[in-house]
């Protein structure tokens, strides 16, 4: 899994413009996001946060602060090779509860399975289970700590899956009855732009990995990247930053991210616990005078000799940069950057 999906203009613009090169369609996601492709089509099981909504038929497209993004993301997601999306953010109903609706179709369409966001009530009893190749059952919940003060949409107190505990807790439980062999937990939380975990971060994580029924806990929103620990024995990824986005540029930090990767074996008691836990570096431009966004893996970059040097400086420094947000808690034995 990597961080948030944020589609800000100046994103879609660069997709826009490396689509009048290749010709593919109005919006060409694949050249930004190339150096990543690999790694999710060689996944048994990839996640994205797609933290945004998109845009209906008809509907401009909007940025920060209120977003509506191009709805041609949602095939190029499943194209990546992406089988889920957590869509429990602060933006999930900033299009209302038609644009949320529209976010889930579209990406069903597409065969990416919506997670954290519902359209009936009975969708929201019924646990999202992934299944891979080889036939482990993965369980997938989330939850947000708000909704940048919109109302949940009326009388559908089940559409969005907050940060409560107890229901998240009830949402995993449900998930393990209903067959899964692993379940993890998504959070969408914690202080923007802040490298460590909040008290509520740190609190609900504590209570979540107290649980059986809680095999691995992800989180996003600070738009950086946040430490990745072991909370009661339970590996905990506080927050992956941001897998693209085009903020503040003085803000180099959010131009930074994590994607993860855990490696889960069967014990003779038929449970799976994470054998290896391993992280990417990740970084980006700002658009513009830096050439159309590229999201690149940092170390491969740096061990590529075609890297140029001020390209090699900007990513020595989002490694350091990323490495010293990964450890803040404390180094973690067996956690490995790749």
Request: glycine share 10%; charged share 25%; net charge negative.
């Amino acid at each position: 899994m990597g961080g948030d999906l944020l589609w800000h203009d100046t994103v879609w613009l660069s997709a826009a413009a490396d689509a009048e090169v290749t010709g593919r369609g109005r919006y060409d996601f694949d050249p930004m996001f190339a150096d990543l492709k690999p790694m999710i089509e060689d996944a048994d099981l990839a996640l994205c946060h797609e933290e945004v909504p998109f845009a209906r038929p008809g509907q401009a497209l909007q940025s920060y602060p209120v977003f509506a993004a191009p709805p041609q993301v949602a095939p190029w997601l499943a194209s990546m090779g992406f089988d889920g999306c957590t869509t429990a953010s602060n933006h999930a109903v900033d299009q209302g509860w038609e644009g949320l609706v529209h976010t889930a179709d579209l990406l069903e369409r597409h065969g990416v399975a919506p997670i954290g966001t519902f359209r009936s009530a009975a969708e929201r009893r019924r646990p999202v289970i992934l299944t891979t190749e080889d036939g482990v059952r993965v369980g997938v919940v989330a939850g947000t700590y708000g909704l940048n003060g919109f109302p949940l949409p009326e009388g559908r107190p089940w559409s969005v899956s907050m940060w409560d505990a107890g229901d998240l807790l009830a949402q995993a439980r449900r998930a393990r009855r209903a067959g899964a062999d692993v379940v993890v937990v998504h959070l969408h939380g914690g202080n923007e732009y802040d490298h460590l975990p909040s008290e509520e971060q740190v609190a609900l994580v504590e209570r979540l990995t107290r649980s059986a029924d809680v095999d691995l806990v992800l989180g996003e929103h600070a738009h950086v990247v946040q430490p990745i620990t072991r909370v009661n024995g339970t590996w905990v990824v506080y927050g992956m930053g941001n897998l693209v986005a085009q903020q503040e540029p003085w803000r180099t930090d959010t131009y930074e991210g994590i994607t993860v990767r855990f490696e889960l074996r069967e014990r003779a008691d038929g449970r799976f616990v994470v054998s290896d836990a391993s992280y990417v570096p990740i970084a980006w431009n700002v658009y513009g005078a830096g050439g159309p966004v590229r999201v690149r893996r940092v170390v491969a970059a740096l061990a590529d000799a075609s890297t140029g040097p001020d390209d090699r400086a900007r990513l020595r420094a989002a490694r350091a940069s990323v490495r010293a947000a990964v450890t803040g808690l404390g180094r973690t034995p067996g956690l490995r950057e790749r």
